[in-house]
């Protein structure tokens, strides 16, 4: 039994990755081909994090991550956000401070937020240098990590690096 739910929005440019980031963490595989899925998905997880089990509930925007109006109901009670870019991409790396003000304006605005570079697979397509991504997660104070739905890469990783940020937060109040 968990002690507690956290939830924690999905956010970034379409096509980014978003979705097939969850379905690889919550069921373990990557498919391609989840158009189909409009509106928003809540999924959910347990997780053990620092000797407490606690409940993920991950909410995946679909498809209209374009209309600001409906900002506020997907975001409200958040209390962490994994803001993802497309490695291949740059548009949806310069983006990525817009994905975490709004995060911060419409849910908790001392949210954790994990920086998610995506697509590390497509080694050769590559529009962001690690470097880069590094300063930027430096400047904004959040923590950058490289991903790979496709591959598996770091999935894990991120959904239990938010849960760990999350849970500390509440400790330390
Ligand atoms: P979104 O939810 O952010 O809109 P999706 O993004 O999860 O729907 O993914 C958009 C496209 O990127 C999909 O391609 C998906 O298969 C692909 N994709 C997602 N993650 C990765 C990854 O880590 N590596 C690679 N190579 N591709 C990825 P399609 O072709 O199905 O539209
Ligand atoms: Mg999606």
């Known amino acids: ?17 978003k979705t097939s980031l969850v379905m690889r963490y919550v069921q373990g595989f990557f498919q391609h081909d989840y158009k189909s899925t409009v509106g928003t998905q809540i999924m959910s997880k347990e997780v053990y994090v620092k000797g407490v089990m606690v409940k993920l509930s991950i909410w995946d925007i679909g498809g209209q991550e374009k209309f600001d109006t409906l900002a506020p109901t997907y975001y409200k009670g958040a209390v962490g956000g994994l803001a993802v870019f497309d490695l291949t991409h740059r548009e949806t790396f ?16 001392n949210s954790p937020i994990i920086i998610v570079g ?23 104070g959040f923590p950058y990590v490289e991903a790979s739905a496709k591959s ?6 991120i959904f239990e690096l938010i849960a760990e940020k999350i849970v500390s937060r509440k400790i330390e109040g």
Do not use: C, H, T
Request: proline fraction near 5%; hydrophobic fraction near 40%.
């Open 1 to 17: 039994m968990s002690s507690y739910i956290f939830k924690v929005v999905m956010v970034g440019d379409p096509a980014v990755g």
């Open 118 to 140: 995506n697509k590390s697979d497509l080694v050769d397509e590559r529009q962001v240098s690690l470097d880069e991504a590094m300063e930027l997660a430096d400047k904004l």
């Open 152 to 157: 598996g890469k770091n999935v894990i990783k």
């Open 94 to 109: 310069e983006n990525v401070p817009k994905w975490i003000s709004r995060v911060q304006k419409y849910g908790n605005p």
